[in-house]
Every structure is written in structure tokens, then in C-alpha cells.
């Protein structure tokens, strides 16, 4: 296994053939003779500055790669590289001085924030775990973070339960930014919140991006907000990736017919506008039992016969855009 790439390649994250199996316990001794592939073969880069969505259905494995990517579940298999140092290969001290410069935003602003210590303590806990500024500057960082993300500095005294989900999830961001990292995961980050709030954060964290050069990881399954903050967008299913290229590659033009679906899902606001919707066909599959072939033929409007004994590779249709359909070409609107 290697464990260096070069890094001169323009992406700070490479992902290769990541993968997370879950043993399924069963039977009278919790003996384990299944598993469920919640993450099963992922491979994908982000560059520096960059924002990469990543979408699908709930349940197929876009948080558990998210958490994956920090190490803050291990993995089956695969390799991850951040800067072209290979995370899966540092031990723990090694990895913790890492920590500074990967860090993460949760769904829910609320359960994320230990209620017994107030906003000041949260973020400065960050600066001195991680020694980022000498003591006696600690409290005017607390004050700086604060201002940052839109918070008034005297809020520092107060406790997490005194905010709205909106604010919780300002002081979420500002607890990442304490340590000045380049790479944060968004994981579903506006999903708690209204929708009038949600564009305030979405905005917030798109003017972080520019002012820090931060890299985004952003997980989500509403594809308008995945639409305005994206540069590029990977679409997952059943734990694997079956489409990945640039926004206007994927929103234009999918071509995996899962990914027509879920566009044909996206509300269009003028009327005059035809809109057929796609709609799929029973449930999504267990992963604990995942069909042969190709893993979405089950639920798949267009599926032929051999797609339930073929296994798709992704293959490049366009510049960039990577699909995991053999018949991915006829589907093109171009």
C-alpha cells in the first residue's frame, strides 16, 4: 500500500476503493455471517477550493463516507489521502496533529454541542487542545470566531440551548474553524433547518470558502442546495458512486438513469415549463442483501436484461463526467 502521492496534482482529498462493511449479528450467539456494505468500492478526488456535493437517498452511505474520510469511523478497505500523506497509514499521534486540518459540520447543530459548556468554552477548548494561539489571545479568537460566522462577540457566555438551530449551527461552524483547517465535511448541514435560514448558511459558508480557500466535502439530498454551493457533484447509491462530473454536467445533462430520477424530483418554479417526473419503482434494496449485476436495475425505469448480471464500471462519457451505466450514452439530452 502506498502511503504518499504526489502533491502536485491539484486535489488535496483522493479517495481510492473506500469501503465500510458493518457485520450483520445473528442467531442465538450473535454469530456474524453477513454483513452490511453500507460503503462498498468508493473512489472520487477533491481539489483545493473546491466543492464536491455528494447526493442520494437516505441510507445509501454518503454520511458514513463523510466520517470515513476523517477517520472518524475506520475502514474496511480502500485508502484515503489528504495532501498526499495517506490517512489510513498515520498512527494516532500522527493523526491527531492532522485533526487541525481536516474537521467536520453536523446535521444536527443541537445534539453536536455539549450543552454543559458555554459557546466560549466550546471553541476555545479546540484552540488549547490543539495550541493554536498562545493563552492570553485565546479570548480574542473566541471573539473573532464569533464575529465570523455573523454571532455577536458577548455570546460566548451563553449555553447552546439559547440559540435558535439557525445560530447553533453558526457556533457549529465557527467550532470548525477554530483550528483552521483546509478540508471540512458538511454533512447535511442545513437539512434541520427552515428554508430561509438555510440560504444564510449556505451563503455564509460559500463567502468562508473564498475568504479561507477552505475544500468542502458537501453531503446532501436536496439538490437545489447541493445545486448553488457545487462545483462538482457525485451522485451515490446502495454505497456506490454511479455519477460524478461538473454541476452543469449533472444537473444539464445526467446521464444515469438514477440520476434522472432525482433531478425529475427537483421542483421547477415557472409553470409554463414542462416537467416530467420520473418516478421509481419500489423500495431501495437492502444492503445487507444487494442485488447482482448492476445494483439499481431493480428500481431502474430503462433496465434491460443482462443489467441483472453485468456489474458496471464507471466509464468516462465526457470530460470529467464519469457514469456507471452501460447504456449511460443513450441517455444523454445533448
Not at 447535511?188 to 473564498?210: C, F, M, W, Y
Request: glycine share 8%; charged share 25%; hydrophobic share 35%.
Amino acid at each position: 500500500m502506498h502511503t504518499e502521492l504526489s502533491r502536485n496534482s491539484g486535489n488535496l482529498i483522493e479517495v481510492r476503493d473506500l469501503t465500510k462493511h458493518f457485520p450483520v449479528r445473528q442467531g442465538l450467539f450473535g454469530r456474524s455471517d453477513t454483513v452490511l456494505r453500507a460503503v462498498d468500492g468508493v473512489s472520487f478526488s477533491i481539489r483545493r477550493g473546491e466543492t464536491l456535493g455528494l447526493v442520494g437517498e437516505s441510507g445509501c452511505g454518503k454520511s458514513t463516507t463523510g466520517r470515513l474520510l476523517l477517520r472518524l469511523m475506520e475502514p474496511t478497505d480502500g485508502e484515503v489521502y489528504f495532501d498526499g500523506r495517506n490517512l489510513l497509514a498515520l498512527d494516532s499521534n500522527s493523526l491527531r496533529r492532522m485533526r487541525k486540518d481536516m474537521q467536520i459540520i453536523f446535521q444536527d447543530p443541537y445534539n453536536s454541542l455539549n450543552p454543559r459548556m458555554s459557546v466560549g468554552s466550546l471553541l476555545r477548548e479546540a484552540l488549547t487542545i490543539h495550541d493554536i494561539v498562545p493563552p492570553d489571545q485565546r479570548t480574542a479568537r473566541v471573539r473573532e470566531l464569533l464575529e465570523l460566522v455573523g454571532l455577536a462577540p458577548e455570546y460566548r457566555q451563553r449555553y447552546p440551548h439559547e440559540f435558535s438551530g439557525g445560530q447553533r449551527q453558526r457556533i457549529g461552524i465557527a467550532r470548525a474553524l477554530s483550528v483552521e483547517p483546509e478540508f471540512i465535511v458538511c454533512d447535511e448541514p442545513v437539512t434541520a433547518l427552515d428554508v430561509s435560514i438555510q440560504a444564510q448558511i449556505i451563503n455564509l459558508l460559500r463567502d468562508l470558502q473564498k475568504r479561507f480557500n477552505l475544500t468542502y466535502l458537501f453531503i446532501a439530498h436536496d439538490l437545489s442546495v447541493v445545486e448553488h454551493i457545487s462545483d462538482r457533484v457525485a451522485v451515490m447509491y446502495l454505497g456506490k458512486i454511479v455519477e460524478v462530473g461538473t454541476r452543469d454536467d449533472v444537473f444539464r445533462n445526467p446521464l444515469h438513469p438514477y440520476t434522472r430520477a432525482l433531478m425529475s424530483a427537483v421542483p421547477v418554479p415557472d409553470p409554463t415549463v414542462k416537467h416530467d417526473r420520473i418516478v421509481l419503482q419500489g423500495d431501495v434494496p437492502s444492503p445487507i442483501d444487494i442485488p447482482g449485476g448492476c445494483r439499481f436495475h431493480t428500481r431502474c425505469p430503462v433496465a434491460r436484461s443482462d443489467c441483472a448480471n453485468r456489474v458496471p464500471s464507471m466509464e468516462e462519457l465526457g470530460p470529467g463526467h464519469w457514469v456507471r451505466c452501460y447504456y449511460a450514452d443513450e441517455n444523454s439530452i445533448n
